[in-house]
């Protein structure tokens, strides 16, 4: 029988990823995972196989923003997740990179603006990820939560810090196929299943 190819969906704590991971499964009823009420939970790396998905899911454990978690707690779930991608990128045949939107000024605040010597965890991971050639996509999730304004002047915000580390954050209207160059962000609600149908159909291809 041939090994499924894997799907990797990472982010911060709670940003929606398990949320989204429903969303993608054919039975939701046999998912057993969280939907973030309790930041940093997740912490098993397992493989979710379904029949009629024609890939794996990994769903990485979150990490960063965890109200209730000590330094310690979060480097180690940091480190576990480094050393799964290294051992295992090769499995992946894209990766989904979830943000929340009502984070991103807060992150870039105190990431970039407040202290240049740091760098936004989100671009930390994007460019991790970069680095073993893991064809991404970048979902900027919860936009119900902002009015249309907001929420084009926070992409933006976003588009526009990420080129100070190297990253060429493109729309995925607007995007050629060059992983190397480029990373397609997508606009999404997991609640209003916004471009949830897009969404489905950027991992098909992908797959091909």
């Known amino acids: 029988m041939t090994e499924k190819p894997s799907l990797l969906i990472i982010g911060n704590s709670n940003v929606g990823k398990s949320s989204i991971t429903r969303l993608l499964l054919p039975s939701t009823k046999q998912f057993k995972g969280k939907t973030g009420k309790t930041p940093g939970s997740t912490l098993l790396i397992n493989p979710i196989i379904q029949k009629g998905l024609p890939y794996k899911i990994v769903d990485l454990p979150g990490f960063g923003y965890m109200r209730h978690s000590s330094r310690r707690r979060e480097e180690h779930i940091k480190k576990q997740i480094v050393i799964h991608i290294e051992k295992n990128y090769t499995q992946y045949f894209f990766g989904l990179v979830i943000i929340n939107i009502l984070r991103i000024e807060d992150e870039i605040s105190k990431y970039f603006i407040q202290n240049t010597e740091t760098i936004p965890l989100?671009?930390?991971?994007?460019?991790?990820?970069?680095?073993?050639?893991?064809?991404?996509?970048?979902?900027?999730?919860?936009?119900?939560?902002?009015?249309?304004?907001?929420?084009?002047?926070?992409?933006?915000?976003?588009?526009?810090?990420?080129?100070?580390?190297?990253?060429n954050l493109i729309h995925i209207e607007k995007f050629q196929e060059d992983y190397g160059i480029e990373v397609p962000y997508l606009e999404f609600s997991a609640l209003k299943k916004t471009n949830l149908g897009k969404l489905k159909q950027i991992i098909s291809a992908s797959l091909i």
Do not use: M, T
């Open 122 to 167: 989100s671009f930390e991971l994007i460019k991790f990820l970069k680095e073993f050639e893991i064809p991404i996509l970048v979902i900027i999730n919860k936009i119900d939560k902002v009015s249309n304004f907001d929420k084009k002047r926070i992409v933006n915000l976003f588009v526009e810090c990420a080129r100070e580390y190297g990253l």
